[in-house]
């Protein structure tokens, strides 16, 4: 990693990332740890939490850069005001001052059609992708503004450039995360305070064995034939954000894989060529 891009702007910087648990979250909070960050990692699921820290331990020892090194676990459900409004309170000393914050938690629930949406579906994106993020931010800003530095990193998708059928929800939560977004940029740039969005495309996570609940043969074939992103690609993206001098501030990018130009325009060359 150092070869492609330094990371010295991240040494001892605090940083928060939601949806830590699996899938791009813990693969950025490795790749923060392997560059000499400190690292909260916060998400409902504790016992993945626990795995993910010892994984930022053994990746700060291989970084081998000698910062970093503080790791802690922090019990988040985006769902609940109560648990975010408590994140500040649940900090741990080392952690009074975060420096990056990732809005990384999201997720997209089933594939039904307007009018065949079940109710449950719709509150755990809108309350995930779009409140819980919304509250983490509004939590943040205002020790931000009262120190005139901090970066929001939040992880939208290319669901919130072009809507697609059977993502109507989805999609409505990710165009409300980049209009979000773009305001924030507004409000703070008379600040020091940096504000990105990070739009993937197709990413090989939980992602899509949690839209079609479990059925794993169904998430299989989202990406067959093609190579899609990882975790680990877009874990590169938001790092590299994070680690650009101050005055720099990436404010959005899309990222697909090669074979993907929008939600309407993907090839699958693989299958072809079996």
């Given amino acids: 990693m150092s070869g492609v891009f330094s990371t010295k702007h991240l040494h001892d910087k605090v940083v928060l990332i939601t949806g830590a648990s699996s899938g791009i979250g813990a693969a950025a909070a490795m790749l923060f740890a392997r560059a000499g960050a400190n690292v909260v990692l916060a998400a409902r699921r504790a016992d993945r939490l626990t795995q993910v820290q010892a ?17 802690a676990t ?31 938690a999201g997720l997209a629930c089933g594939t039904d059609k307007v009018g065949e ?10 309350d995930t992708n779009v409140r819980g993020l919304m509250q983490m931010t509004q939590v943040f800003v205002p020790r931000f503004r009262a120190r005139n530095a901090g970066h929001i990193i939040n992880i939208g998708s290319i669901a919130g450039v072009e809507a697609y059928p059977g993502g109507s929800v989805y999609c409505a939560t990710k165009f409300a995360v980049r209009a979000f977004t773009s305001a924030l940029l507004k409000e703070l740039y008379d600040t020091q305070i940096r504000v990105t969005n990070i739009q993937p495309g197709m990413v090989e996570t939980e992602f899509s064995l949690v839209r079609y609940h479990g059925n794993q043969s169904s998430a299989d074939k989202v990406y067959t034939g093609l190579h899609p992103l990882t975790g680990d690609d877009i874990a590169e993206e938001i790092v590299w954000a994070a680690s650009r001098p101050a005055h720099v501030n990436i ?24």
């Avoid at 949406?117 to 809108?126: K, Q």
């Fill in 55 to 71: 994984e930022c331990e053994q990746a700060n020892q291989h970084g081998g850069t000698g910062h970093g090194g503080r790791y």
């Fill in 117 to 126: 949406i079940s109710e449950s579906d719709m509150d755990a994106m809108l």
């Fill in 251 to 274: 404010a959005e990018t899309t990222v697909m894989p090669v074979n993907q130009a929008g939600p309407y325009h993907v090839a699958r060359p693989l299958a072809s060529s079996k």
């Fill in 74 to 104: 922090l019990s988040l459900d985006m769902r609940s005001k109560e648990s975010i409004d408590s994140v500040l309170h649940r900090l741990p000393s080392w952690a009074e001052h975060v420096d990056v914050l990732v809005n990384n």
